[in-house]
């Protein structure tokens, strides 16, 4: 049976598309567009990563399964 990846290999896999959807983020957030960008940080929690908003920018990581 193949093993299942460590979460490193896990965000390592998929970390160009959560960059580019909190890129998407960033704009609606700049353009005022609040719920567009909410909507985005929900859905990268729905798949398991959590977003925060810090002073020096945006961090994200993947969740524990209490915070799915």
């Known amino acids: 049976p193949a093993m299942e ?3 490193r290999e896990k965000t390592l896999g998929f970390a160009p598309l959560v960059e580019e ?9 700049h353009n005022g567009q609040w719920e567009a960008a909410d909507a985005v940080r929900d ?4 798949a ?3 977003v925060e ?5 945006v961090r994200w990581r993947l969740a524990d399964a209490s915070q799915t």
């Open 5 to 7: 990846a460590q979460p």
């Open 21 to 29: 959807l909190l890129t998407l983020r960033a704009t609606f957030r």
């Open 43 to 46: 859905a990268l929690l729905r």
């Open 48 to 50: 398991g990563v959590v």
């Open 53 to 57: 908003d810090l002073r020096e920018g």
